[in-house]
């Protein structure tokens, strides 16, 4: 992925700061906004050293800092929360479905859908290690508020059942919808929603679309949606090209998917990794699965207390 070198100034009162290394979890690029009245940042977890950078620029430091917005709930995202509002009092603002997984570890938790306790206690730690704590919103957000900073609230659920973007004059703060690669690993997402989501944006005159991952979006932004929602369902059929007639578990259909199976790593912490890939890898085949299944294209069986997938026609 490019990188983007510095912070640069988008428009005279907001920044962008690139994530820490690509910007990839658990980092993602922030957007800071700054006036004479307040100061504002739009997911905080670029890292702790372009964070610090970007307040010297506008002449501020952490303690200045008034409002916190997450455009939903996932740590490389909110990761930064805690650390934040400890120095400043800064309110923290999130869209209503989110503000459960902020509060409660356990819900958050539970939107990943760990398949074991060992794995849940293993996330638990790496959350922790990456800031996370528990922490009440002092803001719930919907759809169609105007946030400070002018900033009308677009609920676009889909990836996160309470992710937001944030538009005004032409500018969109997407957050992951971010034109790269849709992630939808956890069984909060929802592909259907995802796709109406994208289709709400489309009505948006966007003419510079400001992304927690990859590059800024300036050119061709309709286009560059509809590629977005085609790589979501080029991948459902992918899933059901898989099917058969022949009923298949998850895990076997996850297999086939994504050609790794976590045994085969012989390391210990990269077979950890490896489970937690695969892991992420069976969630997003489900919603695959439950997408078609809402189409009438599959069906689920259950066949010795466990449960598989079959095409229901052949087509
Ligand atoms: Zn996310
Ligand atoms: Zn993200």
Redesign the pocket.
Known sequence: MQKISGIERITDNLYMIPGEGTAT?PF?HSYLYNNDDFCIIFDPQCGRKQLKQAFDQIGKTFADLDIIINTHF?L??SGSNFFLKKISGAKILIHEADAIALEHLDAYIERYGMENKEMEKDWRTFLKNFGFKEIIPDQTLKDGDIVPGDFQVVHTPGHAPGHCCFYKAGILISG?IDLTSPWIGNLSCNIADYLNSIEKLKKFRIIKLLP??GLPVFENIPERLEAFQHRLLDRVEKTYNLLTDTPLSLDQITQLMFHEYPEEQRNRLRRRQAQFTFHFGKITCLNHLKYLKIQNRVKNITHDGQELWQKLNSD
Do not use: G, K, R, T
């Open positions: 979890f993602c996932h490389d995202h992951d927690a991952h």
